[in-house]
């Protein structure tokens, strides 16, 4: 039907009102499902982490603000086989509800964050974040939405930093995180937390069990100073965001409601330009067209209709998630809110499948439609 394509376009232009309407409702809707699309993948890649990572926690605690570990775990752990290394880590984060604007400080081992972490600095120096102790490196997403630059001090209730480098990373909920000195954040003032940790990261060795030593690493500390209970950093970032799973679950509703009244939108102008068509179809078929070649055109430019507006929603949801480096955030956790290559291309297949569905009827109607009856009905 590509060389119908002019007559389709001249046929849109000519009601160039309704085009615009239906274009404009067409990418509201596509807008909307890939800013909910975007919302769930995210969830999928926060939840979905590699397994060879352990996240210990105390038991029975749920916000970091109540966890409290101590810190010397880290070498009790060290020392069990099948683990490669320990990061402890001292959580303070402004909001443990959900929120969109989540800010969570990470005060670990600075030493070890080159080697444990896929940071890349762009902009500023691991030698002045390595160099003092109120310095901190920020993720490039936090420092877009926050305006925050190199040099400049950064506050979040008693903790003051001054940034000296702001990072990128491979895994985007990264990017939302500050890194400082774990010295540095126990002695905050208003924590008070020398000595304790909020968790402690396990990384392991590619041939070792991760359920096997989570169990082992409990049984090992349950006759400690705290009780513990260690994940894989997955199954621990699932479990802190447990309460926005739902939410985001229910979100999907909301997105194929948007498609729903796409499609009703689609069919409706459809209908009427049939019904404005009647005797201009009925034309074609005296010079030719087969009742099915009809049904083909009306549902090709439906499939236009629902392409170009897809198409502009697309965009505008991508250009405005690149730009705002939204998260949503619970309880120390992050979801990335990030247009991806996936979500572009199942909202184009999404927008063929709607204009396709939504030009079946209105179709039927035009190819089913008595040619003599509809010339009469034109004149």
Not at 23 to 40: D, E, K, P, R, T
Not at 322 to 345: D, N, Y
Request: aromatic fraction near 8%.
């Amino acid at each position: 039907m590509f060389k119908f394509a002019p007559y389709l376009l001249k046929t849109l232009w000519r009601h160039r009102m309704r085009t615009l309407s239906t274009v404009s409702g067409a990418a509201v809707a596509l807008f909307v499902f890939c800013f909910v699309l975007s919302v769930q993948q995210g969830l999928e890649r926060l939840t979905k982490q590699d397994d060879s990572v352990l996240v210990v926690f105390q038991a029975n605690k749920f916000c970091p603000a109540t966890s409290h570990l101590p810190q010397d775990y880290d070498r009790i752990i060290t020392q069990m086989p099948g683990v490669r290394d320990v990061l402890p880590i001292q959580v303070f984060t402004n909001n443990c509800r959900a929120s969109l604007d989540v800010v969570v400080f990470y005060g670990t081992l600075v030493d070890k964050i080159r080697n444990l972490r896929d940071f890349e600095l762009t902009a500023g120096s691991w030698a002045e974040f390595e160099g003092h102790q109120d310095a901190a490196i920020v993720g490039q997403a936090l420092a877009q939405r926050r305006g925050i630059s190199v040099g400049q001090k950064f506050s979040i209730g008693d903790v003051t930093v001054v940034v000296a480098g702001i990072f990128t990373s491979t895994k985007r909920a990264e990017e939302d995180y500050v890194y400082c000195h774990l010295d540095f954040l126990q002695r905050t003032r208003g924590l008070d937390l020398v000595g304790t940790v909020t968790q402690q990261e396990v990384w392991l060795e590619e041939s070792a069990n991760p359920e096997e030593i989570a169990a082992a690493i409990d049984a090992k500390l349950k006759s400690g100073q705290i009780e513990t209970d260690t994940r894989t950093k997955g199954a621990f970032q699932a479990s802190s965001v447990a309460d926005l799973i739902h939410l985001i679950d229910l979100s999907g509703y909301l997105g194929w409601s948007c498609l729903f009244l796409m499609a009703v939108l689609l069919g409706t102008t459809t209908i009427m330009t049939v019904e404005d068509r009647i005797g201009e179809h009925a034309a074609l078929q005296t010079l030719g067209f087969s009742a099915f070649r009809v049904f083909r055109l009306v549902v090709s430019e439906t499939m236009l209709l629902s392409l170009i507006g897809g198409g502009i929603g697309t965009l505008l949801a991508t250009l405005v998630l690149m730009r705002s480096k939204l998260s949503l955030g619970a309880e120390a956790a992050t979801i990335a809110i990030e247009p991806t290559p996936q979500m572009a291309v199942y909202a184009a297949v999404t927008s063929i499948a709607v204009g396709l569905i939504a030009g079946i009827v209105p179709a039927t109607y035009a190819a089913r439609a008595d040619t003599v009856s509809s010339l009469r009905a034109a004149r």
